[in-house]
T-cell receptor, first 114, second 116 residues
């Protein structure tokens, strides 16, 4: 079975500060990991994904995430927050489970203060 | 530009009424999905389809039905049996429908369903 836990339903940072959104996963098989962003009243957009290979993954809008197998984590970071980064962020895990699912976390809403 | 189109953006349902949410994609993707989003609960899978004329129940299929007669279309019907249908519904697609779940999903902009 697979699961995703996003630590903190709300995160607030100042503009220009580091953004850190935490995601821990549980998977009995090698995971495929994703971060998505959702703006109000819109669908989700893919920020980045980890499937195999390099554990530091760079995505769009200056975001990156590092896959740490020993910590079962896939935290999302951005060195300097911008007002336009205010949105909800979802971590998701997929992988061969004999089924056909991508499991989404509950989401973390990011607030950016001027 | 290719993408997923959901319609309508807002929908209102009366008690005892069935309503159908439209989802069309022109990405030539094999797999399509329906999710329900409630505040603080993330996305919950309602139904998914790996190929045309085939679909499977997700985690919360009760009170919902789907069809997949064309590759491009995956409509969702919210029946009167769904007692708490007020939610934001998202349709998604991915290139393939393998059991590896390694493909990212592309999402529409959602339909917000409310009860009158």
């Amino acid at each position: 079975a697979q699961s995703v836990t996003q630590l903190g339903s709300h995160v607030s940072v100042s503009e220009g500060a580091l953004v850190l959104l935490r995601c821990n996963y549980s998977s009995s098989v090698p995971p495929y990991l994703f971060w998505y962003v959702q703006y109000p009243n819109q669908g989700l957009q893919l920020l980045l994904k980890y499937t195999t290979g390099a554990t530091l993954v760079k995505g769009i809008n200056g975001f990156e995430a590092e896959f740490k197998k020993s910590e079962t984590s896939f935290h999302l970071t951005k060195p300097s927050a911008h007002m336009s980064d205010a949105a909800e962020y979802f971590c998701a895990v997929g992988g061969y489970t004999g089924g056909f699912k991508t499991i989404f976390g509950a989401g973390t809403r990011l607030f950016v203060k001027a | 530009d290719g993408g997923i189109t959901q319609s309508p953006k807002y929908l209102f349902r009366k008690e005892g009424q069935n309503v159908t949410l439209s989802c069309e994609q022109n990405l030539n993707h094999d797999a399509m999905y329906w999710y329900r989003q409630d505040p603080g609960q993330g996305l919950r899978l309602i139904y998914y389809s790996q190929i045309v004329n085939d679909f499977q129940k997700g985690d919360i299929a009760e009170g919902y039905s789907v069809s997949r007669e064309k590759k491009e279309s995956f409509p969702l019907t919210v029946t009167s049996a769904q007692k708490n249908p007020t939610a934001f519904y998202l349709c998604a697609s991915s290139i393939t429908g393998t059991a590896y779940s390694n493909q990212p999903q592309h999402f529409g902009d959602g339909t917000r369903l409310s009860i009158l």
